[in-house]
C-alpha cells in the first residue's frame, strides 16, 4: 500500500498563489509516476499535471499550463504543484495519486490521497 496526503490548500484572492504538497508514505513504488488531479464543484474530476519518477518528463493541462508547475524531490517523498496567477475557475478539491506510467487518465492511478481544497476567489 501507497499511502499520499495532500496539504497546502485554501482560500486565496484571484491572483494570488498556493503550493500544494503531496506526501507519499508506505510501500513507494520504484519508478511510479505521480499525477494531480482536480474537481471542480458538481463537475468530472480533471488532468492537471503529472511527473516521471526522474522529473524528466513532466505534463500540464493546458488550463493551467504557465501558471501551475509540477516538480518532485524523492529525497523527501514528496511532490509539489506549485500554483500562481490563481482564478476562480482553478476552485476545485485537488488530489495527487500514483501511476505505474502516469498519464492524463484517472483511471489508470493505483493510489489516491483524500484532497485539499483550493478556493479562490474573485
Known amino acids: 500500500q501507497v499511502q499520499l496526503v495532500e496539504s497546502g490548500g485554501g482560500l486565496v484572492q484571484a491572483g494570488g498563489s498556493l503550493r500544494l504538497s503531496c506526501a507519499l508514505s508506505g510501500r513507494i513504488i520504484s519508478s511510479y509516476a505521480v499525477g494531480w488531479f482536480r474537481q471542480p464543484p458538481g463537475k468530472e474530476r480533471e488532468f492537471v499535471a503529472a511527473?516521471?519518477?526522474?522529473?524528466?518528463?513532466?505534463r500540464h493541462a493546458d488550463a493551467v499550463k504557465g501558471r501551475f508547475t509540477i516538480s518532485r524531490d524523492n529525497a523527501k517523498n514528496t511532490v509539489y504543484l506549485q500554483m500562481n496567477s490563481l482564478k476562480p475557475e482553478d476552485t476545485a478539491v485537488y488530489y495527487c495519486?500514483?501511476?505505474?506510467?502516469?498519464?492524463?487518465?484517472?483511471?489508470?492511478?493505483?493510489?489516491w490521497g483524500q484532497g485539499t481544497q483550493v478556493t479562490v476567489s474573485s
Open positions: 511527473i516521471s519518477w526522474s522529473s524528466a518528463i513532466t
Open positions: 495519486a500514483v501511476a505505474r506510467f502516469g498519464g492524463v487518465i484517472a483511471s489508470r492511478y493505483d493510489y
